[in-house]
């Protein structure tokens, strides 16, 4: 018998999309739900009796979702799947320190293949999934109290292969995690000290996934953006002044940095992860008063960039590759 925690969960990038490569990493995820759905047509035809309904298989097509912890190695090559630029490790120094700087200025254009090796309730031989032409479209990092920062990244799937066998398993080499402790969030370049509990920062791309190529088998086209993206966030404070909301009365734009460190890996370089919306404007409602407890606020912002500044993820490890 097997059940989740014996899934596996491995991708590789494509060379062209929707061309399977044989997964080569396996991620440390938390879940995954890639559903993927078959529209039928069913024919309503008249002189063919009351229980006659021919019917055919059409168009096919995939979304959902991955989610995990982020990771302090190898989550450069998810990130990559967020733009279409190419980033390169820049050695630190001289350390073993490496950063890549991932500048969302283009929308997503990279896909994977990705298999999930599904465990059966019956049985402990593990059944692959395999996706292909799976592209993100959009990310949220989020934290909270006795956590660490996480992730969720939606994703498009193109065709669902249940032919392959499953790829030789790898363990994701040794990692660790971006605890609670290491966070921080700075708003116009000064320290937030007021953020009581949780919060997130959210990229978002809406890429067409309704586009079927005529003769394809039903499958879509490769996914383009059809409208601009989004960067948006928001954390609990504590009502202590009208410092949140004069952001909000005062039309405030400043740059948002999230900034997750964890352990030294040589001299002043951490393992980091550094995520910056810029030109933020503050959304936050005024904050009431609900119960006889402590009254806090929801901070909102979002990215409204007049001089097309786009989001950059900054994230230095020990990875001299994606």
């Not at 995954?32 to 006659?52: K, Q």
């Not at 692959?128 to 032409?133: K, Q, R, S, T």
């Not at 006795?146 to 498009?156: D, K, R, T």
Request: aromatic content about 10%; glycine content about 10%.
């Amino acid at each position: 018998m097997a059940s989740g925690f014996d899934a596996r969960i491995g991708i590789a990038r494509e060379t062209t999309y929707g061309t399977r490569v044989a997964p080569s990493r396996f991620l440390p995820l938390t879940a995954e739900d890639l559903g993927f759905e078959y529209s039928r047509y069913f024919s309503p035809a008249i002189g063919t009796g009351m229980w006659g309904r021919a019917s055919v298989l059409t168009t096919a097509v995939g979304s959902g979702s991955i989610s995990g912890d982020v990771p302090t190695t190898g989550f450069g090559y998810l990130l990559d799947g967020l733009h279409g630029n190419t980033v390169t490790p820049t050695q630190l120094g001289g350390t073993a320190a490496y950063e890549q700087v991932h500048s969302l200025s283009t929308p997503p254009s990279k896909s994977y293949t990705v298999q999930v090796q599904t465990p059966p309730v019956t049985s402990a031989t593990l059944v692959p999934h395999d996706m292909l032409g799976v592209m993100l479209s959009g990310a949220t990092f989020s934290w909270s109290p006795g956590g660490v920062l996480s992730f969720e990244m939606p994703a498009i799937v193109r065709e669902l292969d249940l032919s392959q066998a499953n790829a030789a398993y790898s363990a994701p080499a040794g990692y660790s995690l971006f605890s609670f402790q290491g966070g921080r969030v700075e708003i116009g370049g000064v320290l937030e000290g007021n953020i009581i509990g949780d919060g997130s920062l959210e990229i978002g791309y809406s890429l067409r996934d309704d586009a079927f190529s005529l003769g394809s088998a039903g499958r879509i086209a490769k996914p383009v953006l059809t409208d601009k993206p989004s960067a948006s966030g928001s954390f609990t404070a504590d009502f202590n002044d009208n410092t949140n909301l004069n952001r909000v009365v005062d039309n405030t734009i400043a740059d948002v940095v999230l900034r997750f460190e964890g352990a030294t890996i040589a001299g002043v370089n951490k393992f980091t992860f550094e995520l910056t919306i810029p030109d933020c404007v503050f959304t936050s409602d005024r904050p009431t008063v609900s119960d006889p407890g402590p009254v806090q606020q929801t901070v909102r912002f979002e990215s409204a960039s007049s001089t097309n500044r786009p989001p950059v993820i900054r994230y230095v490890s020990t990875d001299t590759l994606l």
